[in-house]
């Protein structure tokens, strides 16, 4: 169980544990339930807003070529600080190199499954990935559950930490209202490879696939996803709260799934491609669920 999931579990008002007692019981340092996060400063969310735009024009940029491109707009900075914050963002470089995602050292990873498989079916190939959401005033997280054939997304979580909770609970609610894939495919990022993750797809049956570090074109499918969701929908806005930001991915994941024209099927629309194999009781529309 994860650090803030024990956290939550601790209940301030307990009639007969004390917080001290609950916290042996759960393995969880008072001090570490105590603790209170230092956010990012103002200049700091300005430089990870500016960041994540650049991004999305130079994916190939490293934190080596981001400080230079700011600093040649006047933010005099290091190249230290440009590595952290990229890190905190869960940005890297795209290109084919050793490394690029950092598993826990102690989470157990898997092979690739889909080297030369034809995908020809919604449920054949599942996969997920974790991007950043830049706020007016701060930042929060997004994974999304992308059906491989039909590009349908099929659940999403908003979480203001990385810890797999959140992606755990998208993978539940896909599960629960679509079915079990036959694979499920992600980076080696320690939210896939954590035991509650894990142990969830086993469980259901799906057979866990890993891309190859350094390789981001395994996943290519939902990096694609997040491009277009940040061109067409976060970056015309200013989006202030967790609760704005819920109610703008519900909009646009919705438009995406049922109303915006795929080119990869001649203008037909994601859920519309799912929804010809879809399972008895499969659900039209995607409800806007989240966690914040």
Known sequence: MSCERRRKIVDLGHPVLSVRRQCEILKLQRSTYYYQPIGESAY?????????????????????????????????????????????????????????????????????????????????????????????????????????????????RVSNTMDADFCVAALEDAMNRYGVPEIFNTDQGSQFTSYEFTKTLREAGARISMDGRGRWMDNVMIERLWRSLKYECLCLREIETGSELCRVLAWWFGFYNNRRPHKTFDGRKPMEIYQQYKPEGVPPLISPRWAA
């Open 44 to 156: 700091n969310l300005v430089l990870m807003k500016r960041i994540d735009e650049l991004f999305l024009e130079l994916p190939f940029f490293g934190s080596r070529q981001m400080r230079n491109f700011l600093r040649d707009e006047g933010h005099l900075i290091g190249r230290n600080r440009v590595r952290r914050l990229m890190r905190k963002m869960g940005l890297m470089a795209v290109y084919q190199k050793p490394k690029t995602s950092q598993p826990h050292p102690q989470h157990k990873t898997y092979p690739y499954l889909l080297r030369g498989k034809a995908i020809t079916r919604p449920n054949q190939v599942w996969c997920a990935d974790i991007t950043y959401i830049p706020m007016r005033r701060g930042f929060l997280y997004l994974v999304a559950i992308m059906d491989w054939h039909s590009r349908a997304v099929l659940a999403w």
